[in-house]
């Protein structure tokens, strides 16, 4: 084990694809080089870092269909606003009830205290054999920039801020999000990337290359207008951490929606498109079926 001020690296536990050869050492190094590369070298990452109320737990995890790495919180209630409900994390069709405001619990049992929060993460699995993994599209992965991703679900966590409501309040327009916390991990994910010189993927879904436009509409454009509203809410969730990212500049991170939103200089903006589908019908409440795990998961 490895203890680092924000973080505790327990590798003792093999995961399943790795059992033949698994060194746990050799990981809890591999990954406290990571971090402390984060820290030392990137304000982006050092901003997270520092937002951290409580240490995060690092442990090894073999990649699932959805995701090579995941964060959970240890208190699912107390990552979640007081007096709020903890929603469902997605709004596949095959739900009754999603992430639109309608609770995936009979009564709201958010604490708001803020929990601790653990990041499943391998990264040798973002590594090997031909990493960084070229993704369908173009981005590839890097294991510190999935690193970073889960560092945003933690520090969340850990403020007591998690909610994940739907990007879009139009159910017919996807921005490829998901829901707002993938918005806010992927969006700060990406001004690493654009720090560390890497390439910033368009959206949570889309692998394609971000690229910025001319955006002569400003406010108006509908993306901008969303990107505006969640960020604005980030400010008063987290703001010294919002403040810390706004202030770095353009010359070290060109992706930074917190700057654009102190700036209100939106005359560049990325070329994220929507996608419409029709709207599915929602179910007043959840069916009877077994209690939602009280530690969701979050890729
Ligand atoms: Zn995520």
Redesign the pocket.
Known sequence: MIELPHFVIDGTKAPKHHLDRWDPGRYELAVAYIIRTLVGGFEVSRALEQHLRHKALVHPCAPHPHAIAW?SADSADDATPQGEYQRSSRDHEWTPWDDTGLPSRDNPTGTGLGSAGRIAFTPSDSQRPNAPIPRTGGAPQYADAVFV??LV?VVRFSHGVFTQLRFDPDRRRSWGMENT??YY?WMIEGMYCSQRGIPVRRSYHDWSRQRFEDNPRGRGNPYVGLQHYWVERFFREIPTLARALASIPEPRCQFNPFRDYVTGDYRRSSTIRPVYSAAHPIAARPPPGPPIPSSDI??
């Open positions: 964060a991703h889960e679900h916390e993938e991990a979050f890729d």
